[in-house]
């Protein structure tokens, strides 16, 4: 099968490309940089690179040429962006690729998110693909347009579009450090002592998926999914402070030790903004960052356990597998743990 592949440069697109190129499967991947992304998948060759922007969507429509399938992964993640680019690049060029391929009868899964689903506040056992669609004020760009976006796909999948459309929780294991990959950062930065406390002390429950888990589920989608499936990766939905918990259970790195009130993480995020207008670099926190820690994220991931057979690795497994991996590469950086 010749699959395209937007963000196959990204930390959950690194995954997935090795598990399809391991299938078999021959692989056209839209990337804005061929000569780096060459570079990142040096060890694999039956893998093309064309040039192409989601900020330009035709290029990513003409790039379904002479194929069979495709995953569409890329979405704009940044934390400061023009809102019309988020608007087209996460909206609008989303909605123009997944119409050209079903004009092409082009098979095709669609990498949305957990934000999209809206906050879990009041369900135990988290957001499901068919819960009732949430009406809550959006808090940022990414979260506001995967809902749009989500919504346009909705009209286009009632005129009969059979494209699958995949909601993963909190990404986090092994692969590139992006911004996706936002997790092994916060290792990090616990691990140096840059993380005194915890929003809201940590109770609030997100989703944990790990990028394994996720990067299969999208290959079983593509290749036996039920064509016009809205399916919620199973994850393991876990508090902030669990989180730490079980770091320390692998590490003996105790959890920050402050509760930071929502209030305060938002004047953080101000401060952050302010300072970023003198510079080029990228705000570590938003306001509007800040605020999505005042919610429950959990996901009900029922849809992805029933329909593709999946089994979600615990956040216990999956950290353990995480700090390995990053401790293989930067030992230094786990020098004060008790292993």
Request: hydrophobic letters at 40%; aromatic letters at 8%.
């Amino acid at each position: 099968m010749k699959i395209l592949l937007t963000g196959a440069t990204g930390f959950l697109g690194g995954s997935v490309v090795r598990k399809l190129n391991a299938r078999g499967h021959s692989l056209k991947a839209l990337v804005r940089d061929p000569a780096r992304a060459k570079v990142q998948f040096s060890d694999i060759t039956n893998i093309e690179f064309v040039a192409g922007d989601l900020a330009k969507p035709q290029t990513a429509a003409a790039a379904l040429e002479c194929c069979d399938a495709a995953i569409h992964m890329a979405a704009l993640v940044k934390r400061k962006a023009p809102r019309a680019l988020f608007d087209l690049v996460n909206v609008t060029a989303t909605e123009l690729l997944l119409r050209e391929a079903w004009k092409r009868n082009i098979r095709a899964i669609y990498t949305s998110s957990f934000f999209a689903l809206g906050p879990s506040d009041g369900i135990p056992a988290g957001r499901a693909p068919d819960s009732p669609l949430c009406e809550a004020e959006t808090h940022t760009d990414y979260e506001r347009t995967k809902r749009a976006a989500d919504r346009a796909l909705e009209s286009l999948r009632k005129e009969g579009a059979p494209f699958i459309t995949i909601y993963p929780g909190v990404l986090y294991g092994p692969g590139e450090f992006t911004e996706a990959n936002l997790v092994t950062g916060i290792i990090r930065d616990h691990l140096r002592g840059k993380v005194p406390g915890l929003p809201g002390g940590g109770r609030a429950i997100w989703s944990y998926g790990y990028v394994d888990d996720v990067a299969e589920a999208h290959c079983i989608a593509l290749e036996r999914g039920r064509p016009g499936a809205r399916l919620a990766i199973p994850g393991d939905n876990k508090s902030g402070m669990d989180f730490f918990v079980e770091f320390q259970k692998i590490t003996g790195i105790a959890p920050p030790r402050f509760a930071i009130p929502i209030p305060v993480v938002w004047c953080v995020g101000a401060l952050e903004e302010l300072s970023v207008m003198f510079t080029k670099r990228e705000p570590k926190l938003t306001r509007a960052e800040a605020l999505t820690y005042a919610h429950d994220w959990a996901l009900d991931g029922s849809s992805g356990v029933r329909e593709l057979q999946l089994s979600p690795t615990p956040l216990s497994e999956g950290l353990r597998k995480t700090v390995d991996w990053m401790r293989e590469r930067d030992p230094a950086l786990f020098a004060k743990c008790k292993f």
